[in-house]
């Protein structure tokens, strides 16, 4: 596929689920994978901080080939080289990462994701190339170590009126508080635990898919 198409799919995304194995309530990245498949999830990020280059690059490509299989969107975290390596649809960068420019030069056809914790960074993140922004946390989570300031569902409000481009929301967003950052404007989630610690994972995307649905048409 080629960028356009691959942003195409992307307007397609709901769920967003991202991977993290010790997060995963003792099941593997490849048996939570099969699992959001089986849900219907549009997109999936393959995100593990704790593995080595090759054992890293041995899962993308498994993914990779159950991905393209299902026509899903597979995106890598952090890894560009990763990335290119096995084909997938694009990667997720965040503050510390790759600079989009220097990422859009080396794969001009793959969908670039931000990170972004501000309306300030939003923005810079947009007219920088990004293809989609996350904005987060919203709410405090244990996903991601030494973050004490959360955005809260106002930024959701407040920065989808401002980006062109799609955005996703993250961080500490589970059943509970969903339809805060629902009726804030958001209709991309994407969520670590929320998924991988559900005790029936294709069941819950597939519930949280339905309750993104009904905001989106109400």
Same mark, same amino acid.
């Given at each position: ?23 995963? %309530? ?14 219907? %999830? ?18 993308? /490509?498994?993914? !990779? ?8 969107? /597979? ?19 965040? @503050? ?15 969908? /670039? ?16 190339? %990004?293809?989609?922004?996350?904005? #987060? ?13 959360? /955005? #809260? ?7 989808? %009126? ?15 508080? @969903? ?7 958001? !209709? ?31």
């Amino acid at each position: 596929m080629n960028r356009d198409e691959r942003k195409a799919l992307f307007q397609e995304v709901d769920v967003y689920p991202v991977t993290c194995q010790r997060l995963s %309530a003792g099941r593997t990245n490849r048996e939570v994978l099969e699992e959001v498949l089986r849900g219907g %999830a549009k997109i999936v990020q393959l995100r593990e901080k704790e593995l080595s280059t090759l054992e890293f690059y041995r899962m993308a /490509l498994e993914f !990779r080939e159950r991905t393209a299989a299902a026509g899903v969107l /597979l995106l890598i975290n952090d890894r560009l080289d990763i990335a290119l390596a096995v084909e997938a649809d694009g990667v997720h960068l965040g @503050l510390e990462d790759l600079p989009l420019a220097v990422a859009r030069r080396l794969a001009p056809e793959m969908l /670039l994701g931000a990170s972004t914790h501000s309306i300030e960074e939003a923005l810079e993140a947009q007219e920088n190339g %990004a293809d989609y922004i996350n904005v #987060g946390p919203i709410f405090p989570t244990g996903t991601k170590e030494g973050i004490k300031k959360f /955005l #809260g569902p106002r930024a959701v409000t407040e920065i989808g %009126a401002r980006v062109r481009v799609p955005f996703t929301v993250m961080g500490g967003i589970n059943e509970s508080n @969903l339809d805060q950052v629902l009726s804030a404007g958001a !209709r991309r989630v994407a969520m670590v635990t929320a998924i991988t610690q559900a005790p029936d994972i294709a069941e819950r995307v597939r519930s949280l898919r339905r309750r993104i649905a009904a905001h989106a048409t109400g």
